[in-house]
């Protein structure tokens, strides 16, 4: 073995929600090779060796939605109707950035991400090629897009995107756009086209706000699902994000199509946008993945408070405390976030032949003592900051709080730097 991460309490995340107690993950290469018991199997010699110390070691978390370059923008106006903070404020400040601006915001990103606990990120942006090269210098799995507009008329960078990204061995591809209000006919069945020629994901916000479903019908006579659906966009490949405002038939659609959905609470409740129908789409089988959304809008990227916030939420508005338990926050920010990306046969879980894309949460905090239930512990007391370790593709990437691959402290004067000159600050 290459790496051995040991002495730990392992959630699998696989098929059975296999717990091995006393447990141990090994590793060769980049992939996950044995795993075990050390009351049943004694655990392999290894040139590196991390000891959880008694705590959980898991599968790495999948954020399925953010803006990473966004990180320049947070706190920017906060407070505002979403359209006036978005128009006045965040689009012309987004407009004066640099490539160097979006890679420096989006090394910051990956490094709040990594030490958070996300091992996988998907990103839709400008400068797509800026964003994966931040996420391959830190070590990061991501799928990263960009947000496309001229895909009808055949004047945008799209079908280059996939050449542009070749170097980063964990970079994989996806097409974005907007809203479905923001692009035409012709642009959205493009971007479709587009996905499908490289069999990546296309990934959109879709019912995110009233007006949005106001104006499709208005203009369609239809709900964004259902325009969706005449332009013949649904489909496996398609990430809805947000998806708030759903009506039965919507969310019938999402299941017949297997369409997949980024449910993004705390940004979701930031903007005022509404209360996504989460566990009525669970309640159907739509796979469902979490995502915090840009920095910018949410305050943060932490995974861990969008367990929290998602299980919580859901409680309080359905008044009901068994809405959305602990073990399904965390397949949403694991196994089923990998589902949403396509890419749950590598990583997502911890099983013999995946991707060994692993974190070591530390259960040794005053606020984590006593433990019952490991999901629990996950979703309502422990936070990004107790992540201890995260190892990507077999790599140890961050260990004792520290990221192996950049100087954090450089990366953060850099942005406040790019902030003090475009007048953010």
């Known amino acids: 073995m290459d790496l051995v991460v040991k002495n730990g309490i392992v959630l699998t995340m696989n098929k059975g929600m296999e717990i091995l107690h006393q447990g141990w993950v090994g590793v060769d290469k980049e992939c996950i090779a044995a795993m075990g018991s050390q009351d049943t199997l004694p655990q392999p010699g290894a040139e590196t060796e991390i000891d959880a110390r008694g705590g959980i070691i898991m ?117 974005g756009l907007p809203s479905v209000a923001e692009a035409s006919s012709g642009q959205l069945q493009g971007a479709a086209a587009l996905a499908g020629k490289h069999g990546v994901p296309l990934v959109m916000p879709v019912a995110e706000t009233e007006k949005e479903v106001s104006q499709i019908e208005k203009m369609h006579g239809r709900s964004p699902a259902g325009f969706l659906e005449s332009l013949g966009l649904l489909g496996p490949g398609l990430v809805a994000c947000h998806s708030i405002h759903l009506t039965e038939n919507d969310m019938a659609l999402y299941k017949h199509y297997d369409v997949k959905v980024v449910h993004c609470p705390e940004s979701d409740m930031a903007c005022a946008s509404g209360v996504a129908p989460i566990p009525r789409l669970l309640g159907r089988g739509v796979i469902v993945g979490l995502g915090t959304d840009a920095g910018a809008s949410n305050g943060d990227l932490d995974l861990f408070c969008e367990m929290d916030t998602a299980a919580k939420l859901h409680k309080v508005f359905a008044m009901d405390p068994e809405v959305i338990n602990a073990e399904t926050a965390v397949k949403m920010a694991t196994i089923n976030g990998a589902r949403v990306l396509g890419l749950d046969g590598i990583t997502g879980s911890l099983e013999t032949g995946k991707r060994a894309d692993i974190i070591v949460v530390d259960l040794s905090g005053r606020h984590l003592v006593p433990m019952y239930n490991p999901y629990s512990h996950l979703v309502y007391s422990a936070a990004g900051s107790d992540v201890a370790a995260s190892v990507i593709d077999g790599k140890l990437v961050m260990a004792d709080r520290e990221i192996k691959s950049m100087d954090l402290g450089t990366v953060m004067n850099g942005v406040r730097e790019i902030c003090r000159k475009k007048g953010a600050l």
Request: proline residues 5%; glycine residues 12%; hydrophobic residues 40%.
């Open 59 to 175: 599968p790495g978390l999948v954020n399925c939605h953010t803006h990473a370059p966004m990180t320049l923008f947070r706190g920017l106006a906060c407070g505002l109707p979403p359209m006036a903070w978005l128009n006045r404020h965040v689009s012309p400040t987004d407009e004066r950035l640099a490539r160097e601006s979006v890679y420096m915001g989006s090394l910051l990103a990956c490094a709040e991400m990594i030490l958070s606990g996300t091992t996988c990120f998907c990103d839709s942006y400008r400068f797509g090629e800026e964003v994966a090269r931040a996420a391959s210098t830190t070590g990061l799995r991501a799928v990263v897009g960009e947000l496309f507009t001229g895909l009808a008329a055949g004047g945008d960078r799209g079908d280059t995107l996939p050449a542009r990204l070749g170097n980063h061995a964990l970079v994989t591809v996806a097409v």
